[in-house]
């Protein structure tokens, strides 16, 4: 079993709901707390930690700046505890967990594999090849073994500006035209993105705060 060794807890935040989950898991687990959207983090910036975990609020089924787990998972990530949460307020549908899965831990990884970037790392001078452990083994089965956990959000419409606010326009029409109609699934979303809602809660982190300590691996 891995031991814990130092631990980091990395989030990019936009409105709060995650910034509020990461200050709590950092406590719980005694780990640095790091403002990956402040920081503008490079894989160079936690290289020295042995345990990561990585939250950030998704939009359009993406998680916020989780590339910096995904591309530089074959540098050396791979060789860590990385864990990944993911938030927002529509979570609750497996449908939904399952997309965001998919375009985070599938997609991105395997075009990036095919992309101009593989095999080399940025952070070394020259721009060095990589190691890239396991490199055949993802590709048979097109997933990262991220362990990814989804977390209740909160969602204040009046919040929401610019660009965001047409993006979440959008969804909203998405989710009410989709085929055959709104389920009671998407019509709870619908009525959490008009009338607001605020989902957080602090026991969702407790699978998490297992993962971080190995308790899950026994």
């Known amino acids: 079993m891995m031991e814990n060794g130092k631990t980091a807890v990395l989030y990019y935040s936009k409105y709060g709901s995650t910034r509020q989950y ?3 898991i950092a406590e719980e687990l005694g780990a640095d707390l790091i403002d990956a959207k402040a920081r503008r983090l490079k894989l160079r910036d936690i290289r020295d930690y042995d345990t990561i975990i990585y939250g950030g609020g998704i939009y359009s089924g993406g998680i916020k700046g989780v590339e910096l787990i995904t591309k530089n998972w074959s540098k050396g990530l791979s060789e860590k505890r990385v864990i990944v949460f993911a938030v927002g307020i529509a979570v609750d549908i497996e449908a939904n967990r399952e997309q965001c899965r998919e375009i985070n831990f599938e997609k ?3 075009y990036w594999m095919d992309g101009e970037e593989y095999g080399m790392d940025p ?5 060095a090849p990589a190691e890239a452990p396991g490199l055949s083994e993802l590709l048979r089965q097109k997933m990262m073994p991220v362990k990814c956990f ?3 959000g909160r969602y204040d419409p009046a919040a929401i500006k610019g660009l965001d606010r047409g993006i979440m326009a959008f969804t909203r029409k998405l989710i009410g035209d989709g085929a055959g109609g709104a389920t009671s699934g998407s019509a709870a979303v619908i009525r959490r993105m008009e009338e607001g809602c605020d989902l957080i809660d602090r026991e969702a982190i407790r699978p998490i ?4 300590r190995g308790e899950s691996e026994h």
């Open 123 to 127: 952070d070394a001078e020259g721009g």
């Open 22 to 24: 990461a200050e709590w």
């Open 108 to 110: 991105r990884l395997i």
């Open 209 to 212: 705060l297992e993962a971080a």
């Open 150 to 152: 989804f977390l209740p």
